[in-house]
């Protein structure tokens, strides 16, 4: 494996973000610092219906028919607690402007509905906005750059609408929302993703994503329908790293095609998914943590600019940060800390590697510190000998099956590296 620490190839970039985080009330999340998540993405926040009292636009202005501009028509309260823990713990924000997913809707869909009024649903966005960026109604000053208007509209438990109404919903509330705040960014639409383009045999249902994909870009560049877009936001779960680049591939040729080249590419909803009967359980130990760090290299290498993985509630079966009750870090959390640390120093650098199963992403500072993040996907030990510019390895820490990413210099001689099976190191 050779490294050029010379030869930068640009920034490292936020993909150890996460969806929502252990609920706390105002103080720091260590874990969270510990790891630097640069961004947790706010949706089904709280647990189902948002736990009643997070994020939720229905959670924070509980009577649609109120004033809007009245501060006492909103409920801020539980939000603002949980917000200011993010913030404490140094991550950024992407807040979804929408609801929870109501997984159980065929019984009674509460919430899920088209708003009754859009213009009136983005002015209360907006005030959301001004509690949380400008301090309105006894708020906040976050700085919340990022503002995702629904999530998965395509999807029933998610809407009950039509097309045609999401797309007018997202009109006039992106339209207004940037009128207001030019600073921030708006998009959407958190889709369900894009399966259908390499799956076969999918339903016309998954085939739809596409068509709703399509079909929203030609709506925003529509000089009749026009609305920003400075972010599209999409999902895919998978056991399959590769896809998740040739999905990443797809949104971004899309996008260029549509002419919204500056569009930022947000991957907010990831996570190892193999249909098996024990997935959530193999999410939380070398099997997720070895996808998360694969996935880690080929992201840094691909067209996806930020990503969250789904999720960081350690309640939740998709929960892969945590176990539960203990809310102890599961193995799968490690990859985030490991990868952070690369993020820190800030600069990628060229690595060359043709050992099968093995992947690597190296970074500096500049300024004579340097990283190598490596995951050997394998069932046997890799023998890696380390060629760089003049720069010698000290320090190896490992996450296997029988290391919780702890120092293994019995691992590391002379930059010659033996990675275990199935593990994840970082070299310093």
Same mark, same amino acid.
């Given at each position: 494996?050779?490294?050029n620490f010379?030869? #930068?190839?640009?920034?490292?970039?936020?993909?150890?973000?996460?969806c929502?985080?252990p609920v706390?009330?105002?103080?720091? #999340?260590?874990?969270?610092?510990?790891?630097?998540i640069p961004f947790?993405?706010?949706?089904?926040?709280?647990?189902?219906y948002?736990?009643?009292?997070?994020?939720?636009?229905? &959670?924070?202005?509980?009577?649609?028919?109120?004033?809007?501009n009245d501060p006492?028509?909103?409920?801020?309260?539980?939000?603002d607690?949980?917000l200011?823990?993010?913030?404490?713990?140094?991550c950024?924000?992407?807040?979804?402007l929408?609801?929870?997913?109501?997984?159980?809707?065929?019984?009674?869909?509460y919430?899920?509905?088209?708003?009754a009024?859009f213009?009136?649903?983005a002015?209360?966005?907006? &005030?959301?906005?001004?509690?949380?960026?400008?301090?309105?109604?006894?708020g906040?000053?976050l700085n919340?750059?990022?503002?995702?208007i629904? &999530?998965?509209?395509e999807?029933?438990p998610?809407w009950?609408?039509?097309r045609?109404?999401?797309?007018?919903?997202?009109?006039?509330?992106?339209n207004?929302l940037?009128?207001?705040y030019?600073?921030?960014?708006v998009?959407?639409?958190?889709?369900?993703g894009?399966?259908?383009i390499?799956?076969p045999?999918?339903?016309?249902?998954?085939k739809?994503f596409i068509t709703?994909?399509d079909?929203?870009?030609?709506?925003?560049?529509?000089? $009749?329908?026009?609305a920003?877009l400075d972010?599209y936001?999409w999902?895919?779960y998978?056991?399959?790293p590769?896809? #998740?680049?040739?999905?990443?591939?797809?949104v971004?040729?899309?996008?260029?095609a549509?002419?919204?080249r500056?569009t #930022?590419?947000v991957?907010?909803?990831?996570?190892?998914?193999?249909g098996s009967?024990?997935?959530?359980?193999?999410?939380?130990?070398?099997?997720?943590?070895?996808?998360?760090?694969?996935?880690?290299?080929?992201?840094?290498?691909?067209?996806?600019?930020i990503?969250?993985?789904y999720?960081a509630?350690p309640t939740?079966?998709?929960?892969?940060?945590?176990?539960?009750?203990?809310?102890?870090?599961?193995?799968?959390?490690?990859?985030?800390k490991?990868?952070n640390?690369?993020?820190k120093?800030?600069k990628q650098?060229v690595?060359?590697?043709d050992?099968p199963?093995v992947?690597?992403?190296?970074?500096?500072d500049?300024?004579g510190?340097? $990283?190598?993040?490596?995951?050997n996907?394998?069932?046997?030990?890799a023998?890696?000998?380390?060629?760089?510019?003049?720069?010698?390895?000290?320090?190896?820490?490992l996450?296997d099956a029988?290391?919780?990413y702890?120092?293994?210099?019995?691992?590391?001689?002379?930059n010659?590296v033996q990675?275990?099976?199935?593990?994840?190191?970082?070299l310093?």
């Amino acid at each position: 494996m050779k490294i050029n620490f010379s030869n #930068i190839l640009g920034p490292i970039k936020p993909l150890h973000g996460v969806c929502n985080s252990p609920v706390v009330y105002g103080d720091e #999340i260590p874990s969270f610092k510990e790891a630097g998540i640069p961004f947790v993405r706010l949706h089904d926040t709280g647990g189902a219906y948002g736990g009643f009292r997070f994020v939720d636009v229905p &959670n924070i202005f509980r009577n649609f028919n109120v004033d809007e501009n009245d501060p006492a028509s909103y409920d801020f309260a539980f939000t603002d607690a949980y917000l200011t823990s993010l913030h404490k713990s140094g991550c950024d924000i992407i807040y979804r402007l929408g609801v929870t997913i109501e997984n159980q809707f065929r019984i009674k869909a509460y919430r899920i509905d088209p708003p009754a009024d859009f213009a009136k649903w983005a002015r209360i966005c907006a &005030n959301i906005i001004r509690h949380y960026n400008d301090g309105w109604a006894n708020g906040l000053h976050l700085n919340i750059t990022y503002w995702e208007i629904w &999530n998965e509209p395509e999807n029933p438990p998610m809407w009950t609408g039509t097309r045609e109404q999401y797309f007018e919903l997202y009109r006039v509330a992106a339209n207004y929302l940037k009128q207001q705040y030019p600073n921030i960014k708006v998009g959407g639409y958190a889709g369900c993703g894009f399966y259908a383009i390499n799956r076969p045999n999918m339903s016309d249902f998954f085939k739809g994503f596409i068509t709703w994909f399509d079909e929203f870009l030609k709506f925003c560049k529509n000089p $009749a329908t026009a609305a920003p877009l400075d972010f599209y936001s999409w999902h895919l779960y998978t056991a399959d790293p590769d896809e #998740i680049i040739l999905h990443a591939d797809y949104v971004r040729k899309q996008l260029d095609a549509a002419g919204f080249r500056d569009t #930022i590419s947000v991957f907010d909803e990831w996570n190892r998914i193999d249909g098996s009967a024990d997935q959530f359980d193999l999410m939380k130990e070398m099997p997720g943590a070895t996808f998360v760090a694969e996935a880690f290299c080929k992201m840094q290498n691909g067209p996806i600019d930020i990503a969250n993985y789904y999720d960081a509630l350690p309640t939740r079966s998709y929960g892969g940060l945590f176990y539960f009750p203990s809310q102890k870090p599961s193995k799968t959390y490690y990859p985030f800390k490991a990868f952070n640390e690369l993020y820190k120093l800030g600069k990628q650098v060229v690595v060359e590697n043709d050992t099968p199963h093995v992947h690597a992403i190296a970074a500096t500072d500049g300024d004579g510190h340097h $990283a190598v993040f490596i995951v050997n996907t394998s069932d046997t030990q890799a023998l890696l000998k380390l060629e760089t510019d003049n720069v010698t390895f000290s320090q190896l820490t490992l996450l296997d099956a029988t290391h919780l990413y702890v120092p293994a210099p019995e691992c590391l001689q002379n930059n010659i590296v033996q990675l275990p099976p199935q593990s994840v190191a970082l070299l310093q």
